[in-house]
């Protein structure tokens, strides 16, 4: 059976691993986080040139009249 200063120091090492574990699965979210945000943006971006080439277009045609 273990002693009572090998299960402090059992429990200190758990701590240990958890709060990396924990650190690591934040910057995996920050990273994750990021990307969305670009998709976002490149997605809002096509977006905008859509309606901008439509918007060209259809002036286009109203001049061809």
Excluded: C, P, Y
Excluded at 47 to 62: E, G, K, Y
Aim: aromatic share 2%; charged share 30%; no cysteine.
């Amino acid at each position: 059976m273990a002693t009572e200063s090998e299960l402090r120091q059992e429990i200190a090492d758990e701590r240990r691993q958890l709060t990396n574990a924990v650190e690591s699965l934040r910057e995996e979210i920050g990273h994750t986080t990021d990307r969305g945000k670009q998709i976002g943006a490149a997605v809002g971006a096509l977006a905008a040139t859509a309606i901008a080439v439509r918007t060209a277009v259809r002036i286009r045609r109203l001049f061809r009249r």
